[in-house]
């Protein structure tokens, strides 16, 4: 059986209103297989029935599991559809789709049941929901029921084989949707026998400000490569082909309300390695939750207050406490942006107000004028680059946004680790030693014997000609190295 992609089922008649196939096997067959494949990338699209809690589908997902196999639907999708409280949980962010509905059913309609194969359905104007069901649960075929109170709302979800499929036209769209999926996700694999790990790294072409510039990006593929690992790019559109990989390195910007953040979970419950891991995006991106993570933990930051109001009691106690000028910053801003700077207090009031009108919080701190702000990066809880990012000339951040979308920003210094004054790693390590054992770039102010963190970057900035100035090649090899280190222990 040459084969890297099988579609597994109970019996080869379930599968006879079909075009025969030799990728189609019975799930005696695929028992059988047993080491035969244990050398190459094998996929597994399991069509079996899953009537029982212990029957045959379940058993397929889970000796494909136990060898290594990618296989469609893993373990964990068929137990969290087995029960509501636990598929409910993965239902969050539905419903601006599902309120949608309400303008494409007719009035009248309180129920409606659909099937969806590969995240297609017959009804086209069903077509978003059914899509975000299988990103969240990848199944080959998804039998739903939607049922309106107040609001649309999932009632109930459950698995089914193609047994189950008896209409002509729900069989004439698995055959098409399956054709699709396979050629979307499961392409004909590459030529691997030179890399022991595929690597999968997340960019958008088209962001403004990466954390990577596309000559990094370059560089991390070739260290990559010289270690045996694959590097692959993707995009935001291939969320479901991460079980083809063993690692995920996220190199957009995150936040949470985002793609991104779906990625990591998604690659984390897959057991891939992954940078940015999901709680590390979590505790670094807002900095509300940042800000007090390091107070309870009595590391030194700029004074600082979180604010939800203008009341004069407020504004009072914020003043006496921070002195001005006061830094206003919303929680999840990112390169300078959500932020300002009030020297009065019409402009703090001015300020919070605006800020208030797109957060509950606002992030309120004492204005430490630095020449530069220092970047740490940390990777493993270990220093591994650091740079002195400098201000824009007649302007108080390292960036420096324009009206017109144009980003301006200072100078920088790049050098080696031992070079950084003792008191500054040891804040930086100190305040990654809280988020995780990740990849991270910790901003630092000094003024005189003071040091102070501001923030923690969970996907901290790695651009040829600075972050990379002193150690050149090293510093891509040193992470993909780390990438290699991870994904040896997770296969043994």
């Known amino acids: 059986m040459p084969s890297s992609f099988y579609v597994v089922v109970d019996d080869l008649g379930d599968w006879a209103p079909y075009y025969p196939s030799k990728d189609v096997i019975s799930f005696d067959q695929y028992l059988a297989l047993a080491d035969a494949q244990r050398a190459g990338r094998v996929r597994i699209l399991n069509c079996c029935r ?28 068929i137990n969290d559809l087995r029960r509501k409280s636990l598929y409910s949980l993965q239902l969050d962010g539905l419903g601006s789709t599902l309120d949608s509905l309400a303008g494409r059913i007719s009035g009248d309609q309180s129920n409606i049941e659909l099937r969806i194969f590969f995240g297609e359905v017959l009804m086209s104007e069903l077509s978003p929901i059914a899509k975000q069901l299988f990103e969240r649960f990848p199944c080959p075929v998804l039998e739903v029921r939607l049922k309106r109170g107040k609001v649309w709302q999932v009632d109930n979800i459950r698995q089914l084989s193609v047994r189950d499929i008896k209409l002509e ?101 897959e057991g891939l390695v992954v940078l940015d891991d999901p709680t590390s995006i979590l505790r670094c991106t807002n900095k509300v939750y940042l800000a007090e993570l390091l ?41 300078s942006r ?16 605006e800020l208030l009108q797109s957060s509950s919080l606002v ?40 009206s017109s979308g144009d980003v301006d920003s ?15 790693l040891a804040a930086a390590l100190k305040a990654t030693r809280l988020i995780g054992d990740g990849l991270y770039g910790v901003d630092l102010k000094q003024s005189g014997d003071r040091v102070v963190v501001i923030e923690v970057n969970d996907n901290p900035n790695v651009d040829e000609g600075v972050e990379d100035l002193f150690l050149g090649a090293a510093l891509y090899h040193e992470i993909m190295a780390e990438f290699l280190r991870r994904m040896e222990l997770n296969r043994r």
């Open 169 to 269: 036209s729900e069989q004439e769209l698995f055959a098409a949707a399956l054709e699709r999926f396979s050629n979307r996700m499961w392409r004909k694999p590459r030529a691997r026998k030179r890399y022991r790990f595929d690597l999968a790294m997340l960019v958008d072409p088209d962001e403004a400000l990466p954390p990577s510039d596309k000559d990094a990006i370059k560089h991390f593929i070739d260290s990559g490569r010289q270690l045996g690992i694959n590097v692959e790019l993707i995009g935001k559109r291939d969320l479901m082909r991460l079980p083809e990989y063993d690692g995920l390195f996220i190199r957009e910007t995150t936040a949470i309300d985002h793609h991104t953040y779906r990625f990591a979970k998604k690659a984390e419950a």
């Open 295 to 335: 107070r309870i933990n009595k590391i030194a930051t700029p004074g600082t207050r979180i604010v939800s109001n203008t009341d004069k009691e407020t504004l009072d106690e914020m003043i006496e406490a921070l002195g001005f000028p006061i830094v206003l910053k919303i929680p999840d801003g990112a390169f």
């Open 410 to 424: 200072g100078g920088f210094d790049t050098l080696p680790t031992y070079e950084v004054p003792p008191a500054v």
């Open 363 to 402: 992030l309120a701190q004492e204005f430490l004028y630095t020449d530069y702000d220092w970047r740490i990066g940390v990777l493993n809880n270990k220093p591994l680059f650091a740079c002195r990012y400098y201000m824009v000339k007649n302007h108080w951040q390292i960036y420096r946004h324009g």
């Open 50 to 77: 899953n009537s029982r809690a212990l029957g045959r589908g379940y058993y397929c997902s889970l000796l494909a599991e136990a060898r290594d196999h990618h296989v469609i639907p893993s373990v964990r999708v």
């Open 338 to 353: 959500g932020m300002c700077k009030a020297q009065t207090r019409q402009e703090l009031v001015a300020g919070l107000k």
